[in-house]
């Protein structure tokens, strides 16, 4: 999959591309919907934001992202997108009108064939653009345009709201019912305090800055080892939080690969959430942490064995 973060000035063999177009945050079963329609019309690619609007509108709002740039990208990849437009967002787009974007960005820019949306989607200023202006606005500028119905399960829509007070709630399951795939959180592996390793765990910590947090917790997971010699699919189980133990932390991911030896710092991981196993807790001291980590790790071992 190519990346192009600008619009302007693409090769030819760029352009023309059949294009979904939001903000795709999850990459859930509506977003997929969207994307397969699109797919429908000619080569297929994504346009997206980075950052979110949100965060250009409320840079001070708490982190609601299910995904990082990074992880969207990966996800995307494995639909099929052939080419990810992810446009800067800045006050220059956020300016454009709606028949700016249309004719500046979809037409002039990006050439595109086809634009498929969900029915709520808002574009331009304001978002003062609806489904039905993009359709006229297609039929002015050349290009055709598909309206994706909203996608339904058990009689709710999916959202990605819902799927955040799944996350919150500590209900990683029913996340991936709505998600269509597990819940990942992905990113570089950073030097943390080390403590693990002093306590016979050594884990592969994350941040989890800017996103979503899911509730915190300890959890079984699914681990890919993305780059590196020791790239593959592992089991595990990781804790999501502050750390009570050794007193006011920021939170991050901490994750205990099953199995695994080796120098991960640096290297980029995607750590899924299986199940929720148990809150936060503040033991009376360390032999009683290491007991209760041994069962977790036996539980997260028995739970993923049986996924």
């Given at each position: 999959?190519?990346?192009?973060?600008?619009?302007?000035?693409?090769?030819?063999?760029?352009?023309?591309?059949?294009?979904?177009?939001?903000?795709?945050?999850?990459?859930?079963?509506?977003?997929?919907?969207?994307?397969?329609?699109?797919?429908?019309?000619?080569?297929l690619?994504?346009?997206?934001?980075?950052?979110?609007?949100?965060?250009?509108?409320?840079?001070?709002?708490?982190?609601?992202?299910?995904?990082?740039?990074?992880?969207?990208?990966?996800?995307?990849?494995?639909?099929?997108?052939?080419?990810?437009?992810?446009?800067?967002?800045?006050?220059?787009?956020?300016?454009?009108?709606?028949?700016?974007?249309?004719a500046?960005?979809?037409?002039a820019?990006?050439?595109?064939?086809?634009?498929?949306?969900?029915?709520?989607?808002?574009?331009?200023?304001?978002?003062?653009?609806?489904?039905?202006?993009?359709?006229?606005?297609?039929?002015?500028?050349?290009?055709?345009v598909?309206?994706?119905?909203?996608?339904?399960?058990?009689?709710?829509?999916?959202?990605?709201?819902?799927?955040?007070n799944?996350?919150?709630?500590?209900?990683?399951?029913?996340?991936?019912?709505?998600?269509?795939?597990?819940?990942?959180?992905?990113g570089?592996?950073?030097?943390?305090?080390?403590?693990?390793?002093?306590?016979?765990?050594?884990t592969?910590?994350?941040?989890?800055?800017?996103?979503?947090?899911?509730?915190?917790?300890?959890?079984?997971?699914?681990?890919?080892?993305?780059?590196?010699?020791?790239?593959?699919?592992?089991?595990?189980?990781?804790?999501?939080?502050?750390?009570?133990?050794?007193?006011?932390?920021?939170?991050?991911?901490?994750?205990?690969i099953?199995?695994?030896?080796?120098?991960?710092?640096?290297?980029?991981?995607?750590?899924?959430?299986?199940?929720?196993?148990?809150?936060?807790?503040?033991?009376?001291?360390?032999?009683?942490?290491?007991?209760?980590?041994?069962?977790?790790?036996?539980?997260?071992?028995?739970?993923?064995?049986?996924?």
């Open positions: 999959m190519k990346i192009f973060q600008h619009w302007q000035g693409l090769a030819p063999e760029d352009r023309g591309a059949s294009v979904a177009m939001g903000n795709f945050d999850g990459v859930h079963l509506g977003h997929r919907s969207v994307i397969e329609a699109a797919s429908q019309h000619g080569p690619g994504v346009l997206t934001f980075e950052p979110h609007p949100r965060e250009f509108f409320a840079p001070d709002a708490p982190p609601f992202r299910l995904m990082n740039a990074e992880a969207r990208a990966n996800r995307l990849s494995k639909l099929g997108v052939t080419r990810l437009y992810e446009l800067p967002f800045a006050a220059d787009m956020a300016s454009l009108t709606p028949e700016g974007f249309a500046q960005v979809l037409a820019g990006l050439g595109a064939r086809h634009v498929t949306v969900g029915t709520d989607f808002c574009f331009g200023k304001g978002r003062k653009g609806t489904v039905d202006d993009l359709q006229a606005l297609g039929n002015a500028y050349g290009f055709g598909t309206i994706a119905p909203l996608l339904r399960a058990g009689g709710k829509e999916i959202s990605s709201t819902a799927i955040r799944a996350l919150s709630e500590g209900r990683p399951q029913d996340a991936a019912a709505m998600l269509g795939h597990l819940h990942r959180i992905e570089a592996v950073l030097h943390g305090e080390k403590r693990g390793r002093e306590l016979g765990f050594p592969a910590n994350m941040s989890v800055g800017g996103l979503h947090l899911p509730r915190l917790g300890v959890y079984a997971v699914k681990v890919d080892v993305l780059t590196g010699p020791q790239a593959g699919s592992y089991g595990g189980a990781a804790s999501l939080g502050v750390r009570p133990m050794f007193g006011e932390n920021t939170p991050n991911l901490e994750t205990y099953f199995d695994f030896k080796g120098d991960l710092y640096g290297h980029h991981l995607s750590v899924a959430l299986v199940e929720y196993l148990r809150p936060e807790m503040k033991f009376d001291g360390l032999p009683a942490l290491i007991a209760q980590m041994d069962a977790d790790c036996a539980r997260a071992r028995t739970l993923l064995a049986a996924a």
